[in-house]
């Protein structure tokens, strides 16, 4: 079993800064890749960002510039940078790993961007 453990939320004014982070325990493989995902009130859950195992990252065109993807040395960490906030930002972030063909979640962290 693999358990995420998301932490950084929180309430910030628009143009500032928050940073995301997830650590993953239990049976975690090298290979894998990880990423953050949002969901805001009334909408679908959509991907921000995503890293491979190599560290081979993307990012939805909506964050591009402003948000940014790492892992940690351990490769069971990743984190989520975000400057330039925005009142759209706002959301449940959730922390998303992929192994083994199957896809575990963590159980959201939740920003908020004020005007």
């Known amino acids: 079993q693999v358990q995420l453990v998301e932490s950084g939320g929180g309430l910030v004014q628009a143009g500032g800064s928050l940073r995301l982070s997830c650590t993953a325990s239990?049976?975690?493989?090298?290979?894998?890749?990880m990423g953050w995902y949002r969901q805001a009130p009334g909408k679908q859950r959509e991907l921000v960002a995503r890293?491979?195992?190599?560290?081979?990252?993307n990012y939805s065109d909506s964050v591009k510039g402003r948000f940014t993807i790492s892992r940690g040395n351990a490769r069971n960490t990743v984190s989520l940078q975000m400057n330039s906030l925005k009142p759209e930002d706002t959301g449940v972030y959730y922390c998303?790993?992929?192994?083994?063909?199957?896809?575990?979640w963590g159980q959201g962290t939740q920003v908020t961007v004020s005007s």
């Open positions: 239990g049976r975690i493989f090298v290979i894998n890749d």
């Open positions: 890293i491979t195992d190599d560290d081979r990252t």
């Open positions: 998303n790993l992929n192994q083994g063909g199957r896809t575990y």
